[in-house]
T-cell receptor, first 114, second 114 residues
Framework: DTGVSQDPRHKITKRGQNVTFRCDPISEHNRLYWYRQTLGQGPEFLTYFQNEAQLEKSRLLSDRFSAERPKGSFSTLEIQRTEQGDSAMYLC????????????FGPGTRLTVL | AQSVSQHNHHVILSEAASLELGCNYSYGGTVNLFWYVQYPGQHLQLLLKYFSGDPLVKGIKGFEAEFIKSKFSFNLRKPSVQWSDTAEYFCAVTERDSNYQLIWGAGTKLIIKP
C-alpha cells in the first residue's frame, strides 16, 4: 500500500498524559499536513511541512502541541498534558509541492481523552 | 477569513433520485475548489476538483460540480444516486497561490435508501 498511513488508529488516554502520533506520507510527496476533525465538523488545519521545514501553524495549535518532520519523510504530532477538549480525529495528508495541490489523506488517529 | 458553508448537514434520498449538495465560500481572490467524500469506515478521498478552465467539472462515480464565480458556489450534483453513495461529503477551498491549507465545510451526511 503506497497511501498515507497513520499510527496508531485509536488512542485512549487519561487527561494530563502525553501522546504522540505518527504519519507516513506518500513517498514522493514533500508536503505534509496535519488536520483535526471533531464530530459534526469538517477538518481544521493545524500545521504543514515542506520537506522538514514547518512553514505554517494554525492559531488552533496551542503550546501543548508540537509537530516534527525531522528527515522530511514521516512526521510526528505530540500533544502534552492532554485535555478532554483534545478528543478528536487527527488527520494527516500529503501532497506534491508543484503542480496541482491534491492532498491525499490517511485514515486518521482517533484520540479519546478521559 | 475564508469560510466554507455547506447548506445541508443531513440529506436522505431514495435510489435513483437526483442529488445536489450546496457549497458556498467566502473569499474574494482566486481559489481552488474540492469535493472530498468519506465512505463509512474509510478515509477522505478526492471526488473532484476545480482549478481553472471549464467551470463544470466531472469527477469519479458520475459526480460533477459547477463553479459559479459570481455566486461563490461550487455545488455537487449527481443525476441518479445509488445506495453505495451513502457517505459524508465535504467541500473544501484553498487560495490559488497558497497551496497549503484547505478550508473545509462542515460536511453533509448523505443517506441513500435502497
Amino acid at each position: 500500500d503506497t497511501g498515507v498511513s497513520q499510527d496508531p488508529r485509536h488512542k485512549i488516554t487519561k487527561r494530563g498524559q502525553n501522546v504522540t502520533f505518527r504519519c507516513d506520507p506518500i513517498s514522493e510527496h514533500n508536503r505534509l499536513y496535519w488536520y483535526r476533525q471533531t464530530l459534526g465538523q469538517g477538518p481544521e488545519f493545524l500545521t504543514y511541512f515542506q520537506n522538514e521545514a514547518q512553514l505554517e501553524k494554525s492559531r488552533l495549535l496551542s503550546d501543548r502541541f508540537s509537530a516534527e518532520r525531522p528527515k522530511g519523510s514521516f512526521s510526528t504530532l505530540e500533544i502534552q498534558r492532554t485535555e478532554q477538549g483534545d478528543s478528536a480525529m487527527y488527520l494527516c495528508a500529503s501532497s506534491r509541492s508543484s503542480g496541482y495541490n491534491e492532498q491525499f489523506f490517511g485514515p486518521g488517529t482517533r484520540l479519546t481523552v478521559l | 477569513a475564508q469560510s466554507v458553508s455547506q447548506h445541508n448537514h443531513h440529506v436522505i434520498l431514495s435510489e435513483a433520485a437526483s442529488l445536489e449538495l450546496g457549497c458556498n465560500y467566502s473569499y474574494g481572490g482566486t481559489v481552488n475548489l474540492f469535493w472530498y467524500v468519506q465512505y463509512p469506515g474509510q478515509h477522505l478521498q478526492l471526488l473532484l476538483k476545480y482549478f481553472s478552465g471549464d467551470p463544470l467539472v466531472k469527477g469519479i462515480k458520475g459526480f460533477e460540480a459547477e463553479f459559479i464565480k459570481s455566486k461563490f458556489s461550487f455545488n455537487l450534483r449527481k443525476p441518479s444516486v445509488q445506495w453505495s453513495d451513502t457517505a459524508e461529503y465535504f467541500c473544501a477551498v484553498t487560495e490559488r497561490d497558497s497551496n497549503y491549507q484547505l478550508i473545509w465545510g462542515a460536511g453533509t451526511k448523505l443517506i441513500i435508501k435502497p
